[in-house]
């Protein structure tokens, strides 16, 4: 089984003491460093991958959850925060789970094991469908067959994806965008913005100026500054 890598975003020492505790009792997890601002966790993932990041809301300089939508790609994040009036806010952005100081190491437990089991299936499924050319989904009642080569794109509403193919209708199904991320061949499609997942074949140009991409059947869909140098990395311009 894979050790997962973490980092630890907390400005208070007792709460920084406390997580170190009870990582330490949690098989299969490396802390490789406690930061107390956003700031300095943003550089060292400049040039240390991790797949855990815990962080707190309320720090100086830059909040968890705007160090949050810097991220990109996005680790799997755990927020611990004595506020709770950020809940909904954070689970746009796609955290596994939202803890409320104080937090029992019970409670902590569960949520690492939960992005164990997540890290370790999503791993599985991506090496399982790497070759693959389909994936069926529900909606409503009916299990719908969607091949990989006829999504234009995928849009984000909130706890349901809308996927836009080259069929006459959305298809509308109650899944992530994280989880499509994980799902899409990673060849063939990137996340552009925290609400869209395009298909790279797709795109017909690129305005860097106003942040938009146009795609097929002339789509314009926005792309967020975070997503802009990977996409242009895949695409390799030519000058």
């Known amino acids: 089984m894979k050790t997962l890598r973490c980092i630890v975003l907390e400005d208070e020492e007792p709460a920084q003491n406390l997580i170190r505790n009870y990582l330490s009792r949690i098989l299969s997890i490396e ?40 991220l990109s790609p996005s680790p799997h994040v755990i927020i611990m925060t004595a506020h709770a ?71 984000g509403l909130r706890d349901y994806i809308k996927i836009i193919t080259d069929a006459d209708r959305p298809i509308v199904t109650h899944i992530t965008m994280k989880k499509m991320v ?11 913005h925290k609400s869209y997942i395009i298909a790279i074949d797709k795109i017909s140009a690129i305005d860097g100026s106003n942040s938009l991409i146009e795609l097929k059947n002339n789509v314009m869909i926005p792309m967020g500054q975070n997503y802009k140098e990977t996409l242009m990395s895949k695409i390799k311009p030519i000058n």
């Open 85 to 155: 009036d950020y809940a909904l806010e954070s689970y746009d952005l796609d955290v596994i789970d939202y803890l409320k100081k104080p937090i029992s190491f019970d409670r902590f437990k569960k949520s690492v094991e939960k992005v164990q089991r997540l890290y370790y299936s999503s791993n599985n499924e991506e090496s399982h469908t790497s070759s693959e050319t389909m994936v069926y989904v529900k909606e409503g009642s009916k299990m719908i067959k969607v091949n990989f080569n006829e999504i234009i794109y995928v849009e």
């Open 31 to 70: 802390l490789l460093q406690v930061f107390d601002n956003a700031i300095e966790a943003s550089n060292f993932l400049t040039h240390q991958a991790v797949d855990l990041i815990i962080t707190d809301i309320s720090m100086p300089h830059l909040s968890g959850l705007d160090f949050i939508r810097m």
């Open 182 to 192: 994980e799902i899409l061949p990673p060849q063939s499609f990137m996340r552009v």
